[in-house]
C-alpha cells in the first residue's frame, strides 16, 4: 500500500510539473515555503531579507558537507547540496570582487555535486536531468553538453520513462540545442507510444504523456484530445489520471480557442 500511495504521490508531482511546462518543482518553491514560517525570515514590513536566507544555506552547507565527510556521500545529501547552492548563487547579487569570487566557488561546488550524483546513479535520468540543467546554467561547453545528452538518450531507450524524456525534450528546445536531435527524440518517443498501444500495454500514465507530446510538440490537439478522452473512458471519476486528463483537455480547448480569437483579430 505504502509504494502505491508513493507512486500515486509521484504521478501528481509529474502532472503539475508537466502541466506548468517546468521541469520540476523548483528547490526555491521548497527552500521559500519553510523559511517563509520562521518569524525571524522577515522584517517587520514583510520584506524577505537575503542576508537571513544566506547564511541559513550556508549553515545547510557546512552541515551536509560535515556529514559527507563523516559517512560519505548519499543520494539525499547530494540532492540537498545541490538544491542550498543553487539558491546561493541566485542569493549572490552583489557585484565586487568578493561577490563574483562567492559565486564562482558556488557554481564550481553545483557542478562538483551534482556530477557526483550522476556518479552515484547513473541510471537515474533525474540526476542527468539535473546536470544538463546545471550545465546550461553555467554555459558549459557544447560538446560537454552533447556527450551528457548523447548519454540521457540512451538510457532512456534502453530503459524508457516517458516523463523523463519529454523533459529532456523540453530542454533541447529551451536550450536551443541542435534541432535534429530534438526532432530525433520526439519520433522515437512517439514510436514507442505507438507500440505500447498496439501491444495493448498503454497505461493511462503513458497515455496522457503521449497526449501532452501531441499537443505540446506536434500540433496535433485533436489527437491529443482523443488521447485524453480515452483515459477518461477508462477511469473512475475518482482516479488522478481522470482528473489529470480532464485539467488538461480544459487547458486545451481554452488555448484552442484562445488562439482562434487572436487568427480572427489578426484577420480582421
Not at 540537498?80 to 548563487?89: D, G, K, R, T
Not at 552533447?146 to 523523463?164: G, N, T, W
Amino acid at each position: 500500500m505504502a509504494k502505491r500511495k508513493d507512486r500515486r504521490k509521484r504521478w501528481a508531482a509529474i502532472i503539475a510539473a508537466i502541466l506548468s511546462l517546468a521541469m520540476a518543482l523548483s528547490a526555491i518553491a521548497v527552500f521559500w515555503g519553510y523559511l517563509m514560517d520562521r518569524s525571524n525570515a522577515a522584517t517587520p514590513g514583510g520584506q524577505v531579507d537575503p542576508e537571513v536566507y544566506r547564511e541559513y544555506f550556508l549553515g545547510e552547507v557546512e552541515r551536509l558537507q560535515n556529514y559527507i565527510d563523516e559517512y560519505g556521500p548519499t543520494v539525499p545529501v547530494l540532492n540537498e547540496l545541490v538544491q542550498a547552492y543553487s539558491l546561493l548563487i541566485q542569493l549572490e547579487d552583489g557585484e565586487d570582487a568578493a561577490a563574483e569570487e562567492r559565486k564562482k566557488s558556488y557554481q564550481e561546488n553545483l557542478k562538483k555535486y551534482s556530477l557526483e550524483l550522476v556518479e552515484l546513479e547513473p541510471d537515474e535520468p533525474e540526476y542527468r536531468l539535473q546536470l544538463l540543467y546545471v550545465y546550461e546554467q553555467l554555459d558549459e561547453e557544447e560538446a560537454v553538453i552533447f556527450e551528457e545528452v548523447a548519454a540521457l538518450r540512451e538510457l532512456l531507450h534502453e530503459k524508457p520513462d516517458p516523463s523523463s524524456s519529454l523533459m529532456l525534450i523540453r530542454f533541447l528546445k529551451s536550450s536551443q540545442l541542435q534541432e535534429e536531435i530534438m526532432d530525433e527524440e520526439i519520433a522515437w518517443l512517439r514510436e514507442h507510444f505507438e507500440d505500447l498501444d498496439k501491444s495493448g500495454k498503454m497505461s493511462s500514465e503513458n497515455r496522457y504523456y503521449y497526449a501532452y507530446l501531441l499537443a505540446e510538440y506536434l500540433e496535433e490537439q485533436q489527437a491529443a484530445e482523443e488521447q485524453l478522452f480515452l483515459i477518461m473512458e477508462e477511469e473512475s471519476e475518482d482516479s488522478i489520471y481522470y482528473s489529470a486528463a480532464k485539467e488538461y483537455l480544459e487547458e486545451l480547448r481554452k488555448k484552442g480557442k484562445n488562439s482562434s480569437s487572436k487568427k480572427e483579430d489578426e484577420e480582421e
